[in-house]
Protein backbone atom coordinates (compact mmCIF):
# COMPACT_ATOMS: atom_id res chain seq x y z
CA UNK A 1 0.00 0.00 0.00
CA UNK A 2 1.25 3.37 -0.89
CA UNK A 3 0.86 6.38 1.55
CA UNK A 4 -0.04 9.55 0.05
CA UNK A 5 -1.69 13.05 0.57
CA UNK A 6 -2.80 16.06 -1.26
CA UNK A 7 -0.67 17.80 -3.11
CA UNK A 8 -0.52 21.05 -5.36
CA UNK A 9 -1.58 20.07 -9.14
CA UNK A 10 1.87 19.94 -10.93
CA UNK A 11 4.14 19.42 -8.23
CA UNK A 12 7.08 16.40 -9.24
CA UNK A 13 7.19 13.37 -7.22
CA UNK A 14 10.43 12.66 -5.81
CA UNK A 15 11.52 9.39 -4.00
CA UNK A 16 14.78 9.34 -1.90
CA UNK A 17 16.61 6.38 -1.24
CA UNK A 18 18.62 6.19 1.39
CA UNK A 19 20.07 3.26 3.52
CA UNK A 20 18.81 5.49 6.66
CA UNK A 21 16.22 8.29 7.83
CA UNK A 22 16.30 10.53 10.89
CA UNK A 23 18.44 12.99 12.58
CA UNK A 24 20.92 10.91 14.70
CA UNK A 25 24.09 11.30 12.49
CA UNK A 26 25.28 14.36 10.29
CA UNK A 27 24.60 12.44 7.59
CA UNK A 28 21.12 11.41 8.37
CA UNK A 29 20.11 15.74 9.01
CA UNK A 30 22.42 16.56 6.25
CA UNK A 31 19.98 14.41 3.50
CA UNK A 32 16.94 15.62 5.26
CA UNK A 33 17.47 19.42 4.81
CA UNK A 34 17.65 18.50 1.33
CA UNK A 35 14.99 16.53 1.05
CA UNK A 36 13.36 19.34 2.99
CA UNK A 37 14.28 21.93 0.41
CA UNK A 38 12.59 19.82 -2.15
CA UNK A 39 9.67 18.93 -0.50
CA UNK A 40 8.64 22.99 -0.74
CA UNK A 41 8.29 22.11 -4.64
CA UNK A 42 7.56 18.25 -4.66
CA UNK A 43 6.22 15.20 -3.64
CA UNK A 44 8.74 13.75 -1.35
CA UNK A 45 8.59 10.07 -0.73
CA UNK A 46 11.36 8.33 0.93
CA UNK A 47 12.48 4.82 0.89
CA UNK A 48 14.47 2.83 3.47
CA UNK A 49 15.74 -0.55 4.37
CA UNK A 50 15.72 0.48 7.59
CA UNK A 51 13.21 -0.49 10.24
CA UNK A 52 11.89 -3.71 12.51
CA UNK A 53 9.03 -4.70 10.10
CA UNK A 54 7.87 -2.89 6.81
CA UNK A 55 5.46 -0.01 7.04
CA UNK A 56 4.67 3.49 5.96
CA UNK A 57 4.61 6.56 7.85
CA UNK A 58 4.16 10.07 7.40
CA UNK A 59 6.90 12.43 9.01
CA UNK A 60 5.91 15.83 9.01
CA UNK A 61 6.01 16.39 4.91
CA UNK A 62 7.62 13.71 3.83
CA UNK A 63 6.16 10.00 3.43
CA UNK A 64 8.56 7.64 4.86
CA UNK A 65 8.42 3.52 3.45
CA UNK A 66 10.69 1.20 5.76
CA UNK A 67 11.55 -2.09 3.43
CA UNK A 68 12.77 -3.34 7.09
CA UNK A 69 15.55 -5.26 4.57
CA UNK A 70 18.92 -3.80 6.25
CA UNK A 71 21.36 -6.22 6.71
CA UNK A 72 22.12 -6.66 9.98
CA UNK A 73 24.59 -4.32 11.54
CA UNK A 74 27.35 -6.88 12.64
CA UNK A 75 27.79 -7.67 8.92
CA UNK A 76 27.83 -4.05 7.45
CA UNK A 77 30.70 -3.53 10.43
CA UNK A 78 32.85 -6.17 9.24
CA UNK A 79 32.40 -5.45 5.51
CA UNK A 80 33.49 -1.64 6.26
CA UNK A 81 36.58 -2.76 8.51
CA UNK A 82 37.53 -5.16 5.60
CA UNK A 83 36.85 -2.47 2.58
CA UNK A 84 38.94 -0.35 4.94
CA UNK A 85 42.42 -2.02 5.46
CA UNK A 86 42.03 -2.17 1.70
CA UNK A 87 42.24 1.28 1.43
CA UNK A 88 44.92 3.16 -0.76
CA UNK A 89 45.93 -0.56 -2.19
CA UNK A 90 46.19 -0.79 -5.85
CA UNK A 91 44.44 -4.56 -6.59
CA UNK A 92 44.04 -6.46 -9.62
CA UNK A 93 42.52 -9.53 -10.30
CA UNK A 94 41.54 -11.81 -8.13
CA UNK A 95 42.02 -9.47 -5.18
CA UNK A 96 39.86 -6.60 -7.21
CA UNK A 97 37.07 -9.17 -7.75
CA UNK A 98 36.93 -10.39 -3.96
CA UNK A 99 36.69 -6.77 -2.70
CA UNK A 100 33.70 -6.18 -5.48
CA UNK A 101 31.91 -8.94 -4.16
CA UNK A 102 32.65 -7.89 -1.01
CA UNK A 103 30.73 -4.66 -1.38
CA UNK A 104 27.93 -6.22 -3.40
CA UNK A 105 27.33 -8.01 -0.28
CA UNK A 106 25.44 -5.19 0.79
CA UNK A 107 23.80 -4.15 -2.10
CA UNK A 108 20.80 -6.91 -1.86
CA UNK A 109 18.68 -5.60 0.68
CA UNK A 110 17.39 -2.67 -1.85
CA UNK A 111 15.82 -5.41 -4.01
CA UNK A 112 12.37 -5.39 -1.62
CA UNK A 113 11.93 -1.90 -2.66
CA UNK A 114 11.49 -2.57 -6.71
CA UNK A 115 7.95 -2.95 -6.36
CA UNK A 116 7.19 0.02 -4.39
CA UNK A 117 9.45 2.05 -6.70
CA UNK A 118 7.75 1.52 -9.79
CA UNK A 119 4.30 1.76 -8.21
CA UNK A 120 5.39 5.26 -7.30
CA UNK A 121 6.23 6.75 -10.79
CA UNK A 122 8.42 9.16 -9.48
CA UNK A 123 9.75 11.75 -12.10
CA UNK A 124 13.04 12.29 -9.86
CA UNK A 125 14.74 9.74 -7.45
CA UNK A 126 17.70 11.18 -4.90
CA UNK A 127 20.31 9.04 -3.26
CA UNK A 128 21.94 9.68 -0.50
CA UNK A 129 25.37 7.87 0.02
CA UNK A 130 27.03 7.22 -2.40
CA UNK A 131 28.63 3.66 -1.12
CA UNK A 132 24.62 2.47 -2.26
CA UNK A 133 25.27 1.09 -5.38
CA UNK A 134 22.15 -1.45 -5.25
CA UNK A 135 20.04 1.40 -5.34
CA UNK A 136 21.46 2.63 -8.27
CA UNK A 137 21.23 -0.05 -9.79
CA UNK A 138 17.73 -0.94 -9.00
CA UNK A 139 16.53 2.67 -10.06
CA UNK A 140 18.50 2.09 -13.06
CA UNK A 141 16.32 -1.28 -13.99
CA UNK A 142 12.94 0.12 -12.53
CA UNK A 143 13.13 3.38 -13.51
CA UNK A 144 15.55 4.13 -16.29
CA UNK A 145 14.57 7.30 -18.04
CA UNK A 146 14.30 8.65 -14.12
CA UNK A 147 16.83 10.96 -13.91
CA UNK A 148 19.17 10.63 -10.77
CA UNK A 149 20.63 13.18 -8.41
CA UNK A 150 23.31 11.78 -6.35
CA UNK A 151 23.69 13.55 -2.72
CA UNK A 152 26.80 11.13 -1.95
CA UNK A 153 27.57 12.15 1.91
CA UNK A 154 31.50 11.95 1.24
CA UNK A 155 33.10 11.64 4.36
CA UNK A 156 36.40 12.45 5.69
CA UNK A 157 37.11 8.91 5.21
CA UNK A 158 35.39 8.11 2.30
CA UNK A 159 36.70 6.78 -1.23
CA UNK A 160 34.67 8.05 -3.90
CA UNK A 161 37.51 7.69 -6.27
CA UNK A 162 37.05 3.37 -6.00
CA UNK A 163 35.68 2.33 -10.06
CA UNK A 164 33.30 0.64 -7.99
CA UNK A 165 30.58 3.74 -7.33
CA UNK A 166 31.22 3.92 -11.01
CA UNK A 167 27.60 2.89 -11.45
CA UNK A 168 26.62 5.80 -9.41
CA UNK A 169 27.90 8.60 -10.53
CA UNK A 170 27.75 7.40 -14.36
CA UNK A 171 23.98 6.96 -13.43
CA UNK A 172 23.74 10.68 -12.12
CA UNK A 173 23.01 13.87 -13.49
CA UNK A 174 24.06 16.14 -10.84
CA UNK A 175 25.96 15.45 -7.09
CA UNK A 176 24.66 17.91 -4.50
CA UNK A 177 27.43 18.27 -1.37
CA UNK A 178 27.25 20.60 1.57
CA UNK A 179 31.32 21.92 1.72
CA UNK A 180 34.02 22.91 -0.27
CA UNK A 181 36.21 20.09 1.30
CA UNK A 182 33.38 17.67 0.50
CA UNK A 183 33.51 19.05 -3.07
CA UNK A 184 37.42 18.78 -3.69
CA UNK A 185 37.30 14.86 -2.33
CA UNK A 186 34.79 13.82 -4.99
CA UNK A 187 36.69 15.53 -7.74
CA UNK A 188 38.30 12.14 -8.34
CA UNK A 189 35.26 10.76 -8.42
CA UNK A 190 33.98 8.38 -11.23
CA UNK A 191 31.64 9.97 -13.98
CA UNK A 192 31.20 13.54 -15.28
CA UNK A 193 28.30 14.55 -12.90
CA UNK A 194 28.48 18.46 -12.18
CA UNK A 195 28.88 18.86 -8.52
CA UNK A 196 26.49 21.70 -6.44
CA UNK A 197 27.89 22.83 -3.09
CA UNK A 198 24.74 23.96 -1.46
CA UNK A 199 25.69 24.73 2.13
CA UNK A 200 23.58 23.58 4.89
CA UNK A 201 20.58 25.45 6.73
CA UNK A 202 21.42 26.67 10.05
CA UNK A 203 21.42 29.58 12.25
CA UNK A 204 21.91 30.38 15.90
CA UNK A 205 19.37 30.29 18.38
CA UNK A 206 18.44 33.49 20.20
CA UNK A 207 16.89 31.88 23.37
CA UNK A 208 19.97 29.86 24.44
CA UNK A 209 21.63 33.69 24.68
CA UNK A 210 19.30 34.61 26.99
CA UNK A 211 20.64 32.94 29.90
CA UNK A 212 23.24 30.09 30.99
CA UNK A 213 23.45 27.01 31.66
CA UNK A 214 22.36 26.75 35.40
CA UNK A 215 25.65 24.50 36.88
CA UNK A 216 28.43 26.60 34.96
CA UNK A 217 26.37 30.46 35.41
CA UNK A 218 28.34 33.67 33.40
CA UNK A 219 31.74 32.23 34.51
CA UNK A 220 34.27 31.61 31.93
CA UNK A 221 34.69 28.12 30.85
CA UNK A 222 36.08 26.30 28.14
CA UNK A 223 34.03 23.59 26.87
CA UNK A 224 35.40 20.13 25.62
CA UNK A 225 32.73 18.17 23.54
CA UNK A 226 34.21 14.52 23.68
CA UNK A 227 31.56 12.83 21.57
CA UNK A 228 31.60 9.57 23.83
CA UNK A 229 30.51 8.55 27.01
CA UNK A 230 33.13 9.91 29.99
CA UNK A 231 34.20 6.16 30.74
CA UNK A 232 34.92 5.07 26.97
CA UNK A 233 38.51 4.49 25.44
CA UNK A 234 37.23 6.48 22.65
CA UNK A 235 36.46 9.63 25.04
CA UNK A 236 39.79 11.50 24.52
CA UNK A 237 41.04 10.51 28.13
CA UNK A 238 44.31 12.25 27.01
CA UNK A 239 42.76 15.54 26.03
CA UNK A 240 40.92 16.08 29.41
CA UNK A 241 44.07 15.03 31.64
CA UNK A 242 45.80 17.34 29.18
CA UNK A 243 42.66 20.33 30.24
CA UNK A 244 42.93 19.07 34.07
CA UNK A 245 46.55 19.30 34.46
CA UNK A 246 47.63 22.32 32.51
CA UNK A 247 44.80 24.76 32.85
CA UNK A 248 44.16 23.80 36.68
CA UNK A 249 42.61 27.75 37.34
CA UNK A 250 40.61 27.50 34.31
CA UNK A 251 37.07 26.23 34.46
CA UNK A 252 36.61 23.47 32.04
CA UNK A 253 33.14 21.71 31.21
CA UNK A 254 33.49 18.34 29.47
CA UNK A 255 30.35 17.61 28.06
CA UNK A 256 30.61 13.82 27.50
CA UNK A 257 27.15 11.45 25.60
CA UNK A 258 26.45 10.30 29.32
CA UNK A 259 26.96 13.64 31.69
CA UNK A 260 28.65 16.96 31.77
CA UNK A 261 31.80 16.91 33.73
CA UNK A 262 32.99 20.38 35.13
CA UNK A 263 36.63 20.28 36.24
CA UNK A 264 38.35 23.50 37.94
CA UNK A 265 41.38 23.58 40.44
CA UNK A 266 41.66 19.50 40.58
CA UNK A 267 38.20 19.03 41.70
CA UNK A 268 35.46 17.12 39.57
CA UNK A 269 31.86 17.23 39.39
CA UNK A 270 29.73 15.80 37.21
CA UNK A 271 25.85 15.78 36.69
CA UNK A 272 24.05 14.65 34.47
CA UNK A 273 24.03 13.86 30.34
CA UNK A 274 22.98 17.08 28.10
CA UNK A 275 19.74 15.64 26.31
CA UNK A 276 18.64 18.14 24.23
CA UNK A 277 20.36 20.04 21.62
CA UNK A 278 19.40 23.58 22.84
CA UNK A 279 21.14 22.54 26.12
CA UNK A 280 24.27 22.09 23.93
CA UNK A 281 23.96 24.90 22.06
CA UNK A 282 23.82 27.09 25.38
CA UNK A 283 26.99 25.43 26.40
CA UNK A 284 28.67 26.63 23.54
CA UNK A 285 26.89 29.91 23.18
CA UNK A 286 28.58 31.24 26.89
CA UNK A 287 31.64 29.34 26.64
CA UNK A 288 34.93 30.78 26.00
CA UNK A 289 36.34 28.48 23.50
CA UNK A 290 34.93 24.66 22.09
CA UNK A 291 37.30 21.86 22.01
CA UNK A 292 35.26 18.97 19.59
CA UNK A 293 37.82 16.41 20.32
CA UNK A 294 35.44 13.96 17.70
CA UNK A 295 33.53 16.46 14.98
CA UNK A 296 31.26 14.60 12.72
CA UNK A 297 33.03 13.51 9.46
CA UNK A 298 31.04 14.65 6.65
CA UNK A 299 31.16 18.71 7.72
CA UNK A 300 31.87 19.52 11.76
CA UNK A 301 28.46 20.42 12.93
CA UNK A 302 29.01 21.29 16.14
CA UNK A 303 32.00 23.53 15.18
CA UNK A 304 29.33 25.74 12.88
CA UNK A 305 27.31 25.95 15.33
CA UNK A 306 30.05 26.84 18.12
CA UNK A 307 30.67 30.07 15.44
CA UNK A 308 27.10 30.60 15.14
CA UNK A 309 27.52 31.83 18.62
CA UNK A 310 31.07 33.77 18.31
CA UNK A 311 32.54 30.93 20.47
CA UNK A 312 35.88 30.06 18.61
CA UNK A 313 36.95 26.66 17.92
CA UNK A 314 39.45 23.66 18.39
CA UNK A 315 39.45 21.23 16.61
CA UNK A 316 41.43 17.74 15.37
CA UNK A 317 43.84 18.91 12.08
CA UNK A 318 42.63 15.35 9.98
CA UNK A 319 39.09 16.28 10.72
CA UNK A 320 36.47 17.96 8.11
CA UNK A 321 36.03 20.80 11.17
CA UNK A 322 39.42 22.27 10.08
CA UNK A 323 38.11 24.08 7.29
CA UNK A 324 35.78 26.17 9.48
CA UNK A 325 38.37 27.35 11.96
CA UNK A 326 40.93 27.47 8.69
CA UNK A 327 39.10 28.96 5.80
CA UNK A 328 36.48 30.76 8.44
CA UNK A 329 39.06 32.03 10.16
CA UNK A 330 37.38 30.92 13.54
CA UNK A 331 39.65 28.95 15.30
CA UNK A 332 42.79 27.14 15.30
CA UNK A 333 43.52 23.22 15.03
CA UNK A 334 45.56 20.50 16.99
CA UNK A 335 47.41 17.33 15.65
CA UNK A 336 48.52 16.10 19.22
CA UNK A 337 48.57 17.33 22.72
CA UNK A 338 51.05 19.64 22.43
CA UNK A 339 49.01 21.36 19.55
CA UNK A 340 46.07 21.30 21.92
CA UNK A 341 47.57 22.88 24.96
CA UNK A 342 48.90 26.07 22.74
CA UNK A 343 45.53 26.00 20.92
CA UNK A 344 43.75 26.06 24.44
CA UNK A 345 45.97 28.60 26.19
CA UNK A 346 45.59 30.78 22.73
CA UNK A 347 41.84 30.80 23.13
CA UNK A 348 41.79 31.55 26.46
CA UNK A 349 43.30 34.83 25.82
CA UNK A 350 40.43 37.11 25.63
CA UNK A 351 41.59 39.08 22.35
CA UNK A 352 42.70 36.65 20.01
CA UNK A 353 39.13 34.63 21.48
CA UNK A 354 37.27 37.62 20.23
CA UNK A 355 38.95 38.32 16.91
CA UNK A 356 38.74 34.37 15.70
CA UNK A 357 34.82 34.33 17.06
CA UNK A 358 34.11 37.59 15.45
CA UNK A 359 35.32 36.20 11.96
CA UNK A 360 34.04 32.68 12.58
CA UNK A 361 30.61 34.32 13.48
CA UNK A 362 30.69 36.26 9.67
CA UNK A 363 31.98 32.82 8.12
CA UNK A 364 29.32 30.73 9.57
CA UNK A 365 26.03 33.51 9.07
CA UNK A 366 27.43 34.19 5.56
CA UNK A 367 28.19 30.47 4.60
CA UNK A 368 25.29 28.64 6.10
CA UNK A 369 23.16 31.20 7.71
CA UNK A 370 19.87 31.93 5.82
CA UNK A 371 17.53 28.96 5.11
CA UNK A 372 16.17 30.68 1.81
CA UNK A 373 19.56 30.90 -0.02
CA UNK A 374 19.73 27.27 0.86
CA UNK A 375 16.49 25.98 -0.28
CA UNK A 376 17.41 27.95 -3.80
CA UNK A 377 20.51 26.49 -4.32
CA UNK A 378 19.01 23.02 -4.35
CA UNK A 379 15.62 23.56 -6.12
CA UNK A 380 17.80 25.38 -8.60
CA UNK A 381 20.67 22.88 -9.00
CA UNK A 382 17.49 19.94 -9.22
CA UNK A 383 14.41 20.58 -10.37
CA UNK A 384 15.47 21.68 -13.61
CA UNK A 385 16.56 18.48 -14.16
CA UNK A 386 12.98 17.04 -14.01
CA UNK A 387 12.05 15.07 -16.70
CA UNK A 388 15.14 16.02 -18.88
CA UNK A 389 18.10 14.14 -19.59
CA UNK A 390 22.02 14.79 -18.03
CA UNK A 391 22.93 18.11 -17.25
CA UNK A 392 26.37 18.88 -17.39
CA UNK A 393 28.90 21.84 -15.96
CA UNK A 394 31.81 22.34 -13.78
CA UNK A 395 31.82 22.10 -10.40
CA UNK A 396 30.08 25.12 -8.83
CA UNK A 397 32.32 27.42 -7.02
CA UNK A 398 32.21 28.00 -2.88
CA UNK A 399 28.95 28.24 -0.86
CA UNK A 400 28.07 32.38 -2.01
CA UNK A 401 25.62 33.30 0.41
CA UNK A 402 23.94 32.62 3.67
CA UNK A 403 22.29 29.48 4.78
CA UNK A 404 20.23 28.96 8.21
CA UNK A 405 18.48 25.87 10.45
Not at 65 to 84: D, G, H, K, Y
Not at 271 to 285: F, H, I, K, N, Q
Not at 367 to 380: I, L, P, S, Y
Amino acid sequence: MILSRSRPAGWPRIVVLTPSWGTSSESQWALRQVAGALAQSADVHVITPQGASARGYFDGVFTVQEMASAERLASAIRRQLLVASLAGRRLEGEALAAKAALLDEGQQQWEPAQALLHALHPDLIVLGDHRHVGAARLADRVCPDVPLVVVPLVSAWSEPADEYYGDVFDRAVCALVFTDDEARQLQAAPGAAPVHVVGLPMAANPSVQREPNTYLGEQTYGLVLLGAPWASPAAGGDVTRLLRVGFPRRTVAVAATDRLVMLHGGEERQVGPVERGSDLLRLMAWASLTVDARPGSLFGRRALESLLYGTPVAVPSRSRARQHADVGGGGLWFSGPGDLAWCVEALFDDEVASALGRQGRRYAEERFGDTAAFVERVTQAVLPVVGAGPVSGPVSGPVSGPVSA
